[in-house]
Nanobody
């Protein structure tokens, strides 16, 4: 069982940056694949990035386009999403996710989400 709690969302102007954090609790944290996805109102969930316990990273290139960076700290049970050059279309609720094999938009575990709004 894994519990995930996101933080770091907020409102930022276009071109700005935010760093999302996700604190995880539960056993064997380092064995889980962790990731992020988002969901905007009226739209489907959008997978963003995932990172394995050994640091292998997968990005959804179409959504991330080199602007987002995922990282994790196994010692602190944390996963992060650094978001740069934010655009209004990045506005969504961002979710942290965990799974034993691979993270998808329907993960076994997810947090409650944190709102990111990009607006001038």
């Amino acid at each position: 069982q894994v519990q995930l709690v996101e933080s770091g969302g907020g409102t930022v102007q276009p071109g700005g940056s935010l760093r999302l954090s996700c604190a995880a609790s539960g056993r064997a944290f380092s064995t889980y694949v962790l990731g992020w996805f988002r969901q905007a109102p009226g739209k489907e969930r959008d997978f963003l990035a995932a990172i394995t316990g050994t640091g292998v990273i997968t990005y959804n290139g179409a959504s991330v386009k080199g602007r987002f960076t995922i990282s994790r700290d196994n010692a602190k049970n944390m996963v992060y999403l650094q978001m740069n050059s934010l655009k209004p279309e990045d506005t969504a609720v961002y979710y942290c996710a965990a799974d034993s094999v691979r993270v998808s938009i329907n993960p076994t575990y997810r947090g409650q989400g944190t709102q990111v709004t990009v607006s001038s």
